[in-house]
Nanobody, 124 residues
Framework: QVQLVESGGGLVQAGGSLRLSCAASGRTFSSYAMGWFRQAPGKERDFVASISRTGGFTGYADSVKGRFTISRDNAKNTVYLQMYSLKAEDTAVYYC?????????????????WGQGTQVTVSS
C-alpha cells in the first residue's frame, strides 16, 4: 500500500506559475508509474500528465502540453508537476495517482492509489 500526499496548490494569477508536489510513503515508490489528474466543479476527473517508473517516458494532455512538466525524484519518493503560463481553465483540484507498473495511461481507472487533492485556482 502507498499513501500519496499532494502539496503546492494555491491561488495564482493567469500567466503565473506553480509547482505541485506529491510525496509517497513506503520504500517501493520507484515501482510505481505516476500520474496527475484534475477535476473542476461539476466535471469529470481528467488526465493531465503521467510518468514512468524511472522518468524515461512522459505523457501530457493536449491542453497542458508545452506548459506543464511532470518529473520525479525517486530518492525523495516525490513526483512533481511544474505549471507555467497558467490559465483560468486550469482551475481545479489536482490529484496525484500511482499504479504498480512500468507505465500508466490517461484513464483514471488504471491507477490504484490516489492522494487527497490540492486546489489550484487561477484568477483572470
Amino acid at each position: 500500500q502507498v499513501q500519496l500526499v499532494e502539496s503546492g496548490g494555491g491561488l495564482v494569477q493567469a500567466g503565473g506559475s506553480l509547482r505541485l508536489s506529491c510525496a509517497a510513503s513506503g520504500r517501493t515508490f520507484s515501482s510505481y508509474a505516476m500520474g496527475w489528474f484534475r477535476q473542476a466543479p461539476g466535471k469529470e476527473r481528467d488526465f493531465v500528465a503521467s510518468i514512468s517508473r524511472t522518468g524515461g517516458f512522459t505523457g501530457y494532455a493536449d491542453s497542458v502540453k508545452g506548459r506543464f512538466t511532470i518529473s520525479r525524484d525517486n530518492a525523495k519518493n516525490t513526483v512533481y508537476l511544474q505549471m507555467y503560463s497558467l490559465k483560468a481553465e486550469d482551475t481545479a483540484v489536482y490529484y496525484c495517482a500511482g499504479v504498480n507498473r512500468l507505465r500508466a495511461g490517461i484513464s483514471a481507472h488504471d491507477y490504484d492509489y490516489w492522494g487527497q487533492g490540492t486546489q489550484v485556482t487561477v484568477s483572470s
